[in-house]
Every structure is written in structure tokens, then in C-alpha cells.
């Protein structure tokens, strides 16, 4: 990102979106409470996209009192922030950014801790977002991914993100000599799957 500087951050309690890329398509929309630091932005199709992700960040985030308790240390707010704008700009789907939103106002609210926010936002941005929804359907805390109950091909995504442990292995069925049925893996909702789970089932 390069050329105008899109100054977020003013004091504790209330920042300002002062520029959107050069045009003022959002000026001072106000926001309680220190996110982000300085962005520097242009006006290619990469810094205009991005704008939108931040936008539909800034639009999902609630204002809370607690913004000044969590963000007392600077150089922590701009280690958060940081990390926060690498994780938003590599996420492809609205729904996505705003389900981080959401995250970010539970870690506000002191519901998630600061590496659970950063560990299931970078989950939630490199997720199919389709198959991410599917846990609010899973009744399950451990099952067979045998394709029975739920479509084999969502868990083993869900596993592969992080939502889902390895919980062993089913044994191949047997008849006559012959194979009926593979074995299957058994896999069992992690914490991690269970705070997502949560969170999509209320705000879905």
C-alpha cells in the first residue's frame, strides 16, 4: 500500500476514518476506541478492496467502555493492530470480516482472550466460509467422518483449519471376506470449534 496516509487512530475513546482514498466516501466515522494505527493507502484496486474489508470491520465493531482498559498499552494496541490489518487484508469474504468483527468485540469484552481472537480470526479468514457456517449443524462433540451425518468433505475442512482434533479411527467392516465399509476417522469439536460454533449459532 502507498501514497495518501489513512490516519485511524486518534485518542483512547474515539478514532476517526479521516480519508477513503483521496475522495472522503467516509468521513469521520467514528469508532470508540483504539484498532488500528496508521495505513498508508493509494488508489489501486488492491488498496480499494481493502478499504471495503476495513469498512465492513469498523461497521460490525461495537462501541464499548472497556476500549480504554484493553488498550491502555500502546505498543500492545499497535502489536494487536498490526496483526489485525495483515489478517483482514488477506480475508475474501464479507461475511468473513464481519464475523471477525464480531470476534473482536468478544475479545473487547473479555469473553475470548487476546491469542483465542487472533488464532479464530486467522481460522475465519482462511476458511470456506460455506463449510465454516455448516458447525452451527453439527450436534455432535465426537462422530465418525464417515459422510453419513454430515458431508465428509466439510469436516475434513474444518479439521484441516483447526476446529476439529484427530480422535482416532473406525475399523473397516467385514463380510464374507470383503470389505462392506471403510474405516473412518473420529474427529471431536476442539474449544476452538465450540467458540465458533457459538458465536455463528447467535449471530447467524
Given at each position: 500500500?502507498?501514497?495518501d496516509t489513512l490516519s485511524i487512530i486518534e485518542n483512547y475513546g474515539e478514532y476517526t476514518l479521516d480519508k477513503f482514498l483521496n475522495e472522503g466516501?467516509?468521513?469521520d466515522l467514528p469508532i470508540v476506541g483504539p484498532a488500528f494505527s496508521v495505513?498508508?493507502?493509494g488508489k489501486s484496486i488492491q488498496d480499494r478492496i481493502f478499504?471495503?474489508?476495513?469498512r465492513g470491520f469498523i461497521?460490525?465493531?461495537n462501541e464499548n467502555k472497556k476500549w480504554r482498559e484493553k488498550f491502555l498499552d500502546v505498543d500492545e494496541c499497535y502489536?494487536?493492530?498490526k496483526k489485525l490489518v495483515y489478517i483482514i487484508d488477506s480475508t475474501d469474504d464479507d461475511e468473513k470480516i464481519?464475523?471477525?468483527?464480531?470476534?473482536f468485540n468478544y475479545y473487547v469484552a473479555g469473553e475470548v482472550d487476546k491469542d483465542?481472537?487472533?488464532?479464530l480470526s486467522s481460522i475465519v479468514s482462511k476458511s470456506y466460509y460455506k463449510y465454516l457456517k455448516s458447525l452451527k449443524s453439527i450436534n455432535d462433540i465426537r462422530f465418525s467422518n464417515d459422510g453419513e451425518k454430515y458431508d465428509s468433505s466439510v469436516i475434513s475442512h474444518l479439521y484441516s483449519i483447526g476446529l476439529f482434533d484427530y480422535s482416532g479411527s473406525t475399523m473397516a467392516q467385514m463380510k464374507e471376506g470383503k470389505v462392506v465399509k471403510l474405516g473412518s476417522v473420529i474427529y471431536n469439536l476442539n474449544g476452538y470449534g465450540s467458540i465458533l460454533k457459538q458465536i455463528i449459532e447467535q449471530h447467524d
Open positions: 500500500m502507498n501514497n466516501a467516509l468521513r495505513i498508508k493507502i478499504m471495503e474489508k476495513l461497521d460490525n465493531v502489536k494487536i493492530s464481519k464475523l471477525i468483527a464480531i470476534l483465542e481472537f487472533l488464532y
